[in-house]
């Protein structure tokens, strides 16, 4: 007794807690890729779906083979529901060579389990002696005439109960409720074909359409007398499609498929979504005098397409070399070997676009040995400037450090110049920090980030045989390597200057929140970088853009935002709150630095150098406050803030030149 009371608890929790486990009762597809993915359906035999064309195809062209496509859930019904269906499907049937061969039918059967039956006019279900294995409910469209059988003709629909001889039958036509007459349909035309099957209480209806057409009023089929509870001997079902072929073959295709427990919940199937009935190249037609014309123009063009094709050949891999480039030789990649290491610029290889062009992943082979590259495509118009910008790209091509984004060299081609670079496998750093969908980074892993980045900057300022400044410092700018490890890139808007020369410029590029407020007076310099990277290390510890307009006023602006949270005594609140484990003092540091490299006058911030001093704590934060001057003010606030002993000087441009394409992985993001 207490064991069927606990039984009976499970029972209710099972149904009346967890609906969600019950199995589905309503479904619809407009194609079959979906359910691939999902795997909602059963395939075996030779049953698949259509790769790129998303049509469910039971069977092809070859002899004796059984196709099953079954939803892969069983459908129940409770005591207290009536047993009832309605289905939707949408097929097409095409001939396999000269005669026509057998056809499909829509399944409602008691198991999976179909041993024993035969490959030939029985739909892959039944078999001479009927159906063995299992009990079924089956709506053929047949289109081939079996005498044994007692087909009516090679073009019929019919109801079969545990045989694949009919309970009833018609020729396949339709009711035109515009025309207010029956009119035929060809099963066999390639053309889809909408089928409607519905069962309530124990009448069963069949109708038939074209593809544009509405239901029709009138069913093709009607039985009255079929009790699906005593076929199936349960109140259990699956449903699906069967087909077969014998020694006559056809292609059979399930386009759409809707069903439901009731006609009432039938969802409607999208004609404009459905996929084209693939037509296949081995189907033997008949020769005619169109066919012999069309092989003759073929045959008259062939020398045209060959001559074609050696043009083509001979113009796909052409570059531009000029003399001035033999210089740069080692650097240089073949436009051929970037060719195939892309697989043709396959969109299978595509890996983003950015402001100034688009990049796809290769493999290039190299002494034997395989290496992965990032290959971006920029165009440019003109030869102007060509010679000193691949100097340049050259030049960057020099730096060395191990947290930055390697550049490997360069290729022209026409219009295009291609930009190849190290391969970086886990994408941009600003991916992990604004796609609440993917894997948030732990606090330790963006605390090395920010060294890596800092330690890059440093070599860029102070190491590198020319000063380098970045001019886009952003998260969207640096990458992660296979180890996370951060690499600083996209060197698109840098410019290079000799050491000891004037390094500021008139230019004011960057983007918005992370620009230097003095970059419309005096130009880039290193100070501006310092800028940037302390709106990064704010960006990346709160897990937010600079700026986000859709946050209220208080909040709208980082460097504002970190600053009143230090008033409130609370700055580790800033934090992204996707943060567990983390050390409130770094996290503090950190903010706290990145306020003092954000400070709005340039002279009170620090240098690279002293940033990865602080950041590796090796020296300690000076003392300032968040009313210190300059803290805590976004460089373009409406309200002009009046600083106390500065001096701002404007410098004229050097005549170095910078770069205006991107190098490395696109900032336009």
Same mark, same amino acid.
């Given at each position: ?323 001035? =480039?033999?210089?740069? @030789?080692? $650097?240089?990649? !073949? ?5 195939? #290491?892309? /697989?043709?610029? *396959?969109? %299978? ?8 062009? =688009?990049?796809?992943? @290769?493999? $290039?082979?190299? !002494? ?5 590259? #990032?290959? /971006?495509?920029? *165009?440019? %118009? ?288």
């Amino acid at each position: 007794m207490i064991r069927g009371l606990l039984l009976g608890v499970i029972w209710m929790i099972y149904y009346c807690i967890c609906p969600s486990f019950q199995q589905e009762t309503s479904f619809v597809y407009n194609r079959f890729d979906q359910a691939e993915a999902d795997r909602t359906l059963h395939l075996d035999g030779s049953a698949r779906i259509v790769p790129r064309s998303g049509a469910l195809q039971l069977t092809n062209a070859t002899d004796r083979q059984i196709g099953h496509a079954f939803f892969k859930r069983p459908i129940e019904f409770e005591p207290s529901e009536s047993v009832s269906f309605s289905t939707h499907f949408v097929c097409a049937l095409l001939p396999g060579g000269e005669k026509s061969g057998h056809g499909v039918a829509f399944v409602v059967s008691h198991s999976l389990d179909f041993i024993g039956a035969e490959a030939t006019r029985y739909f892959g279900i039944f078999n001479q002696n009927g159906s063995i294995s299992t009990r079924v409910l089956a709506v053929e469209l047949d289109i081939s005439l079996a005498s044994e059988l007692k087909d009516i003709s090679e073009n019929h629909v019919g109801i079969d109960v545990n045989s694949a001889e009919s309970i009833i039958s018609a020729n396949a036509s339709y009711f035109s409720d515009k025309d207010g007459k029956k009119k035929d349909i060809k099963l066999l035309s390639g053309d889809p074909i909408q089928v409607w099957v519905d069962y309530e209480g124990t009448t069963l209806n069949i109708s038939l359409a074209p593809l544009k057409n509405q239901k029709p009023s009138r069913p093709l089929l009607s039985s009255k007398s079929i009790n699906l509870t005593s076929i199936l001997q349960s109140r259990r079902m699956f449903v699906g499609f069967s087909g077969a072929t014998g020694s006559i073959n056809a292609y059979q295709y399930i386009l759409g498929w809707s069903f439901s427990k009731s006609m009432a919940s039938l969802q409607s199937i999208d004609i404009s979504k459905l996929p084209k009935v693939p037509r296949s190249s081995n189907n033997k037609m008949s020769t005619n005098l169109v066919l012999d014309a069309l092989l003759g123009l073929i045959g008259f063009l062939v020398l045209g397409l060959l001559v074609g094709a050696y043009l083509y050949r001979r113009n796909l891999y052409a570059e531009v070399r000029e003399e001035w =480039e033999k210089e740069f @030789g080692p $650097l240089r990649y !073949s436009y051929k070997s970037l060719y195939k #290491a892309t /697989k043709g610029f *396959s969109r %299978n290889e595509f890996l983003g676009k950015g402001g100034f062009g =688009e990049v796809f992943k @290769g493999t $290039l082979s190299r !002494s034997r040995e395989m290496r992965e590259v #990032a290959v /971006k495509r920029v *165009s440019h %118009n003109g030869e102007e400037g060509m010679k000193q910008f691949v100097a340049e790209i050259v030049c960057m091509g020099s730096l060395k450090h191990r947290s930055l984004v390697p550049l490997l060299g360069y290729c022209r081609r026409k219009k295009e110049l291609l930009l190849v670079s190290e391969y970086m496998p886990n994408g941009s750093l600003d991916h992990f920090l604004f796609n609440h969908e993917s894997s948030s980074l732990p606090w330790w892993r963006r605390l090395a980030i920010l060294k890596d980045i800092a330690s890059a900057l440093s070599y860029l300022h102070t190491e590198a045989d020319q000063v380098v400044i970045h001019r886009d410092i952003k998260a969207a700018n640096v990458m992660l390597d296979a180890e996370y490890n951060g690499r600083l890139g996209d060197f698109g808007m840098s410019r290079l200057y000799d050491r000891g020369a004037d390094p500021t410029t008139t230019a004011a590029v960057g983007t918005v929140g992370y620009m230097a407020p003095e970059l419309t007076t005096m130009g880039a310099s290193t100070g501006t970088d310092v800028y940037a990277f302390g709106v990064f290390l704010l960006e990346v510890t709160c897990g937010r853009r600079p700026v986000e307009p859709g946050f209220s006023a208080a909040k709208r602006f980082l460097i504002k935002w970190v600053s009143e949270c230090w008033r409130r005594t609370s700055l580790v609140d800033a934090r992204d709150p996707r943060l567990i484990e983390f050390s409130s003092q770094e996290v503090e540091k950190v903010l706290k630095l990145g306020l003092l490299c954000a400070n709005l006058a340039p002279d009170a911030r620090p240098s690279m150098e002293q940033v990865v001093q602080y950041l590796n704590g090796s020296v300690d934060l000076p003392v300032f406050w968040p009313n210190s001057p300059g803290i805590g003010v976004m460089a373009f606030s409406s309200s002009p803030l009046v600083l106390p002993s500065l001096s701002l000087t404007s410098s004229s441009a050097n005549s170095s030149m910078f770069i205006t394409h991107s190098v490395l992985y696109g900032s336009g993001r």
